[in-house]
């Protein structure tokens, strides 16, 4: 069983900050990719930013420049760091981890949490 419990959502003005984190726990051989994905009301969900083992990173044009994706491979944590927050940045993030567990490789969700960028 693999968990994935995310933190630091919230409200905040545009221009403002947040720093999401994503921690893991359960039972798991390893984490290969993770990453953040977005769902706005009435869209599909969206790539935000993912990171590999090795700290490889890739972003969507939306985020280049303003969030940044990072990872505590010792703490099994998956951090964004969201700056410049926009309203259309405005949606539920989800982190997302690609991991080995007995039977093979499977990729598991956080429940979300709420960001909301507003005046």
């Known amino acids: 069983q693999v968990q994935l419990v995310e933190s630091g959502g919230g409200l905040v003005q545009p221009g403002g900050s947040l720093r999401l984190s994503c921690a893991a726990s359960?039972?798991?051989?390893?984490?290969?990719?993770m990453g953040w994905y977005r769902q706005a009301p009435g869209k599909e969900r969206e790539l935000v930013a993912d990171i590999t083992s090795g700290g490889n990173t890739n972003y969507a044009d939306s985020v280049k420049g303003r969030f940044t994706i990072s990872r505590d491979n010792a703490k099994k944590t998956v951090y964004l760091q969201m700056n410049s927050l926009k309203p259309e940045d405005t949606a539920v993030y989800y982190c997302?981890?690609?991991?080995?567990?007995?039977?093979?490789?499977?990729?598991?969700w956080g429940q979300g949490t709420q960001v909301t960028v507003s005046s």
């Open positions: 997302k981890g690609r991991f080995w567990v007995v039977g093979g490789r499977g990729d598991y």
């Open positions: 359960g039972s798991f051989f390893t984490i290969t990719a």
